[in-house]
């Protein structure tokens, strides 16, 4: 019989590539993470690992027990929710992680209807961006976190996660009042000889600013880059460049900058709830993800 945890391990093996990520990712030392891998492939009777010098190969064997142990993870949340969907109160701890703007836009309202709703369920809140955030997940640290993807990006399926979409946002160029005079959308060109001001922690929105310019037929030249908007609105403000954000960041924004829809190319970013598969019935999580779609449904257009 196979030890889960074990199975945890060597699944974040897989994904991590070694050693020392693995034991960093489950607040383990190094050797007690090849010590249980060790323990695991006896309880296998095969070789899980192949190692050559520093490198650390996964076995046939090793892949095919990675791709039940979703499988086998997936139906353990599910029998955990089950069982505490049959309690007829909403308690315990929910931890959330969220970026940013869903932390300040989103994650307040939900967890002040929850609180309102079900004065047993405490709800903790950390800000992660993605990766982090679905890595938390993944190894148990958080049981729901805020996600996003962009549209002329490829969406990535994370194994062993669902993600339920709470809104779709358009991408607005922001531009210092006065730049641009008329009304309606821009096409993306009109902007190829502007500097750029870009976020910096946002390594999926760095690449859909190049691939959108790209399809605009030039390179933007990006002479800023921040993580907080606040502090990209400033330098908008103060004419120093162009940037584009997301429509959830408008909250940061300063009065003296215009934003416009862009429609050559037009560009979206979605907004979901990332959970652990089977874990949706688990009557805290279902009352988090039921506040974050009402809140959702509400925001005004200019959100």
């Given at each position: 019989?196979?030890?889960?945890?074990r199975?945890?391990?060597?699944?974040?093996?897989?994904?991590?590539?070694?050693?020392?990520?693995?034991?960093?990712?489950?607040?383990?030392?190094?050797?007690?993470?090849?010590?249980?891998?060790s323990?695991?492939?006896?309880?296998?009777?095969?070789?899980?690992?192949?190692?050559?010098?520093?490198?650390?190969?996964?076995?046939?064997?090793?892949?095919?027990?990675?791709?039940?142990?979703?499988?086998?993870?997936?139906?353990?949340?599910r029998?955990?929710?089950?069982?505490?969907?049959?309690?007829?109160t909403?308690?315990?701890?929910?931890?959330?992680?969220?970026?940013?703007?869903?932390?300040?836009?989103?994650?307040?309202?939900?967890?002040?209807?929850?609180?309102?709703?079900?004065?047993?369920?405490?709800?903790r809140?950390?800000?992660?961006?993605?990766?982090?955030?679905?890595?938390?997940?993944?190894?148990?640290h958080?049981?729901?976190?805020?996600?996003?993807?962009y549209?002329?990006?490829?969406?990535?399926?994370?194994?062993?996660?669902?993600?339920?979409?709470?809104?779709?946002?358009?991408?607005?160029?922001?531009l210092?009042?006065?730049?641009?005079?008329?009304?309606?959308?821009?096409?993306?060109?009109?902007?190829?000889?502007?500097?750029?001001i870009?976020a910096?922690?946002d390594?999926?929105?760095?690449?859909?600013?190049?691939?959108?310019?790209?399809?605009a037929g030039?390179?933007?030249?990006?002479d800023?880059?921040?993580?907080?908007?606040?502090?990209?609105?400033?330098?908008?403000?103060?004419?120093?460049?162009?940037?584009?954000?997301?429509?959830?960041?408008?909250?940061?924004?300063?009065?003296?900058?215009?934003l416009?829809?862009?429609?050559?190319?037009?560009?979206?970013?979605?907004?979901?709830?990332?959970?652990?598969?089977?874990?949706?019935r688990?009557?805290?999580i279902a009352?988090?993800?039921?506040a974050?779609?009402r809140?959702?449904?509400?925001?005004p257009?200019?959100?």
């Amino acid at each position: 019989m196979f030890e889960v945890r074990r199975l945890r391990l060597l699944r974040e093996l897989a994904r991590h590539g070694t050693i020392a990520a693995t034991a960093r990712v489950c607040s383990l030392t190094p050797s007690a993470v090849s010590q249980q891998l060790s323990l695991l492939e006896r309880e296998a009777g095969t070789a899980l690992l192949l190692r050559e010098g520093r490198t650390l190969t996964l076995t046939e064997a090793a892949r095919v027990l990675v791709e039940h142990t979703e499988e086998i993870l997936a139906d353990l949340e599910r029998a955990q929710a089950e069982v505490a969907a049959l309690t007829s109160t909403v308690s315990g701890v929910l931890r959330v992680a969220a970026f940013p703007t869903a932390a300040r836009v989103l994650v307040p309202g939900a967890i002040a209807q929850c609180r309102s709703r079900y004065p047993d369920l405490r709800i903790r809140l950390t800000e992660a961006q993605l990766p982090e955030a679905i890595t938390a997940l993944q190894g148990g640290h958080v049981d729901l976190a805020l996600v996003y993807g962009y549209s002329l990006l490829p969406r990535v399926r994370e194994a062993g996660v669902e993600i339920h979409r709470l809104l779709d946002e358009p991408l607005l160029a922001a531009l210092p009042a006065g730049l641009r005079s008329g009304e309606g959308a821009l096409a993306l060109a009109e902007l190829a000889d502007q500097p750029w001001i870009a976020a910096d922690r946002d390594d999926d929105l760095h690449e859909m600013l190049r691939r959108a310019c790209g399809l605009a037929g030039f390179v933007p030249r990006l002479d800023f880059t921040s993580s907080d908007y606040t502090v990209i609105f400033a330098l908008v403000e103060a004419g120093l460049g162009v940037s584009l954000v997301p429509r959830l960041a408008f909250e940061s924004m300063s009065a003296d900058v215009r934003l416009w829809e862009v429609a050559q190319p037009a560009l979206s970013r979605t907004v979901g709830a990332a959970i652990r598969a089977g874990s949706g019935r688990n009557p805290a999580i279902a009352a988090m993800l039921a506040a974050l779609h009402r809140v959702a449904d509400e925001l005004p257009e200019t959100a």
